[in-house]
């Protein structure tokens, strides 16, 4: 078995890492400074095509995780709000694609794909963050439709997309597992996005919390069978992961690299920082661990 990139993503690193550095890093500290929504950002990556990277072919993708990995890595390295804008598209497009009727992958994934649509995903509530199970926004199914009714928390993305899928307990129990994801469009009556939290760093793709009350969705926008799309959570979930680890890992090689230049532009006691040993030893660590 081959651990080595393949031409391909190997191409897709070379043009990450250079768009990165030569359009991407001089943004980056005025983005997180401002707090402002980097659409600049957004409308360069729909003009290199990068939405669509981990899509399936027939959506003009690679259908590959890591090659995704690779560009939300390269664009991590020099600013974290870039890289944040592929992975909260590519969040609700696992979900959908995962556990999505065709109807909605047809409505949906070719938007997320060109980076016409925007979406979010969002699950967490002020008593559960990573427990899904224990989610309290209830869907009551009302003939052909659904009335939600609940709030949530820390929603990435939802201030400026055009849709939310929004976890809420289906059926008249309260079964732990009985939820799933509907996706609801902006405009919606009853949907409110409230105010962007005033967070230390991402600053420039903003965490809304989100209130519903008693918004009505109609039933084809529930992904998954009734009560069974606590796998459809988790499998959205799943496909993140290696993109978040990925994106930490570019931040890790981003302080190695101001780091490096630091020193080596820093001079103390007659001689330039990076000559000392002990910091040497430092960076050489640095870089072993990421």
Known sequence: MSYALTDEQLEIQALVRRVARERV???ADEIDRTAEY??????LLR????FTVPFPAEYGGTGSMLSAAVAVEEFGRVCYNTAYLLLVQWLPFSAILAGGSLEQQRRFLPGLASGALRGAFSTTEPQSGSDVSGIRTRARKVDDSYRITGSKIWCTNAAVSDFVLVAAKTGEGDALGSINLFIVERGTKGFQVGRKEDKMGARGVPSSPLFLDDV???ADNRLGPEGRGFKIVMEAFNKSRPLIAARAIGLAQGAIDHSSAFIQGRRAFGQQVSDFQGVRWMLADMAIQT
């Open 216 to 218: 009505l969705v109609p």
């Open 25 to 27: 890093a001089q943004r």
């Open 38 to 43: 980097p659409q600049d950002m957004y409308d």
């Open 47 to 50: 003009e290199l095509g990068l």
